[in-house]
């Protein structure tokens, strides 16, 4: 097929700049020292990189190179287009017989080109019988980068022939050509119903949150408390915050917040921020950002806004933030599942910013498991709370967003390879999580009964636990029916406690199996006093205690028994509690948690969490007017009204990964014997 092109269209504006700590200038998180380290930058070398070295600004044009998508059945190329693609341009289009309708009239295609890849079948194809290759129509694009949707001024088809204005744009559905058919396609459908006060104050609280970068939404600061004379970093814009406010927005109908989001971070990636000259790793998402205000160079009282990101070089405790690059691809899939706008994430600074973020993480280490390994702080639980290692939640988020990455990734030559270790990595991770975190009764009683210093392939207990590791807290606890995820494994240490957000999202991502799935709910339900209490939800239970508190958390006064995350109740989680529920057919329980939280959550001006056992004191130290505990309750009423919506952002098992294992490629014997194959009939319930 002949290739025509169309146009990536960035719609923010060229009078900005992004603040920056590094001398070596760099685009996409790409510096220019390292543009021969990784297949992720080959097709990028024709871009132009310049230099700022005499000052902490660098100047940003905001102009997001757009790409050239060539329709062919392998898309295996991409093209940078010229440096001043931000001008209004003429482009190819193609011809198309109207299906007989009309004769020969010739009108602009929005086409969405079919990608390679097996895993989504949302895009329409243009079949060779519908196109004249030998006539191409030039479409003009108005408004270059400052563009919402995309504005067709005119279409001519030859020097007295001029389509007008007003007249459709035809869209393509498998071989025939029907305007009727497109109408409201990939348009947000927005669900009206009655809408209670609280929920009218918390969209009003949800509204003054938003942060703008050059007169567009970029996001929503994580608090907004007037009463709050010292912010700290709550002032600031959290990848990991906006999550929720995100999806808040898009079940609304309200788009452009998320895409501008979506895209100025992605402009923030690997600026190489460093704490004591040591820079992050390539790919790296910053934990927040900030809109500034700083004087214009060389001119008396004018002042422009930056961008200044936060890598963790000013965070407490200075620690990483791990899972902003996972929430960054999470919410990119959810993007284009609700909008239908999956233009955005091929994008090739889309695609190069989601391969960055894969080859960090799958990047070769001396770690032997399939679990990421991260220090304390690098999660939603941002302190130190003994989850250093393997913890439960950066594993089901890695999880999801390597399912999102196979998604959404253009298969080609320079990609192949990195679907293969995706594919890799989730087979092994799924059975790592599903075999070895997971307990019940069942198995409870089994790791009561492990022997010790088992040295073998055969070994049952292959991490060396100690028997007297289980909790007496946990002998009682633990229901008949149900259990859950544990929180972490490393060797001789098995953290039992609860967490609520790594077991939720294990069952929207599938995780763990159907079986495990439920039986985490039938654990919540039944414990439903110790997780809930009178505010939901608990973010780990128990909470560490005595000596036990002041060893594992060095005596945080913070983080005390039964507060913030030590055991605190955050409202932010009922989303996904939610998610989970209408997963597994049970929104019954959702709808109960949402209940209960909404008799307090306005009244006590919407807190960020709540302290005591039962959460009935508002924090001790909680921001009031927290954003994600008001988008939290605002995305969990409209996903149970709309439950359809909610089946966009969940997975379902897929059973092929499960018949892959890496072990099976190895040449020798001892590679091939893997446990899981012993396992097979557990991992496939």
């Known amino acids: 097929m002949s290739g025509s092109c169309c146009i990536g269209i960035s719609n923010m504006k060229p009078c900005c700049r992004i603040l920056i700590g590094s001398k070596s200038c760099s685009f996409f998180g790409v510096s220019s020292r390292k543009l021969n380290n990784h297949s992720v930058v080959d097709n990028l070398s024709k871009l ?3 230099s700022t070295r005499k000052r902490r600004y660098r100047s940003c044009s905001s102009r997001i190179v757009g790409h050239i998508r060539v329709i062919d059945q392998d898309r295996r190329a991409f093209s940078v287009s010229d440096p001043n693609w931000g001008q209004s341009k003429v482009f190819s289009g193609v011809y198309i017989n109207n299906g007989g309708r009309g004769g020969s009239s010739r009108r602009g295609v929005l086409v969405v080109p079919k990608v390679a890849s097996d895993f989504r079948n949302h895009s329409t194809s243009v079949e060779a019988n519908n196109i004249n290759d030998k006539n191409f129509e030039r479409i003009y694009v108005q408004g270059g980068f400052n563009v919402k949707p995309l504005v067709i001024e005119r279409i001519e088809t030859g020097p007295n022939d001029v389509v007008k204005e007003d007249d459709p744009i035809v869209g393509v559905t498998g071989s025939n050509v ?30 003054d949150s938003v942060v703008t970068y050059c007169g567009n939404p970029v996001g929503t600061l994580a608090a907004k408390d007037p009463a709050d004379k010292q912010p700290l970093n709550y002032d600031q814009v959290f990848i990991r915050d906006f999550v929720p406010s995100a999806l808040a927005f898009l079940l609304k109908g309200e788009t452009e917040i998320v895409k501008n989001f979506l895209l100025h971070t992605l402009q923030l990636q690997s600026w190489e921020k460093t704490v004591d000259c040591h820079s992050p790793g390539q790919g790296l998402m910053p934990a927040s950002f900030k809109v500034r205000t700083v004087p214009l160079d ?3 009282g004018s002042f422009e806004e930056v961008l200044d990101p936060d890598f963790g070089e000013s965070a407490i405790g200075r620690v990483a933030p791990v899972d902003s690059g996972l929430w960054w691809i999470i919410l990119l899939r959810a993007y ?39 220090t304390d702080g690098s999660c939603m639980i941002d302190r130190r709370m003994g989850i250093h290692g393997h913890p439960l939640e950066i594993q089901a988020l890695f999880y999801s967003a390597l399912r999102c990455s196979r998604e959404m990734l253009i298969v080609n030559d320079n990609t192949k390879n990195l679907v293969a270790a995706i594919n890799n990595r989730l087979s092994a991770l799924s059975f790592h999580i599903r075999e070895y975190y997971w307990v019940d009764m069942k198995k409870i009683n089994e790791i009561y009964r492990y022997k010790t210093e088992e040295y073998s392939t ?59 799935n439920e039986g985490i709910l039938n654990l919540i339900e039944s414990k439903w006093d110790d997780l809930m209490g009178q505010m939901p939800l608990k973010i780990c239970y128990p909470a560490l205690e005595y000596e036990e508190w002041r060893i594992i958390t060095g005596g945080d006064p913070k983080n005390t028994p039964w507060s913030y995350h030590n055991g605190g109740s955050w409202p932010t989680l009922l989303w996904q ?4 529920c209408i997963k597994m057919g049970k929104p019954e329980l959702a709808q109960k948690a949402v209940a209960l939280a909404e008799k307090r959550l306005a009244a006590d001006q919407w807190p960020e969490y709540y302290d005591t056992r039962n959460g009935r004191f508002i924090g001790k130290q909680s921001r009031l007017f927290q954003t994600w505990t008001i988008a939290g309750f605002l995305a969990s009423k409209m996903l149970l009204e709309n439950p359809q919506r909610a089946s966009l952002l969940f997975w379902e098992e897929d059973y092929e990964l499960l018949q892959t294992c890496v072990c099976a490629l190895g040449k020798t014997g001892g590679r091939r014997k893997c446990s899981r194959f012993n396992s097979r009939s557990q991992i496939l319930v």
């Open 458 to 516: 055969d070994a049952i207990n292959k991490f060396n636990i100690y028997p007297d590791q289980i909790p007496s807290w946990l002998v009682d606890w633990i229901p008949e029916e149900g259990g859950y995820l544990i929180g972490n494994l490393q060797p001789a240490h098995m953290d039992f406690r609860f967490f609520t957000l790594g077991n939720l999202w294990a069952i929207v991502s599938s995780l763990g199996t159907s079986n495990q």
């Open 336 to 374: 284009g599942k609700i909008t239908g706008d999956y233009g955005l994430q091929e994008r090739v600074d889309v695609q190069t910013g989601i391969r960055l973020i894969l080859n960090l993480c799958l990047s070769d280490g001396f770690d032997m498991f399939p679990t990421l390994l991260v």
């Open 178 to 207: 029907n305007i009727d058919d497109l109408k409201g396609l990939n348009e947000p459908k927005v669900f009206e119903r009655e809408v209670s006060e609280i929920e009218k104050e918390a969209w009003r609280l949800l509204q």
């Open 48 to 50: 132009q990189f310049k």
């Open 298 to 300: 060389g001119s008396d």
């Open 577 to 580: 509690f939610t998610l989970a």
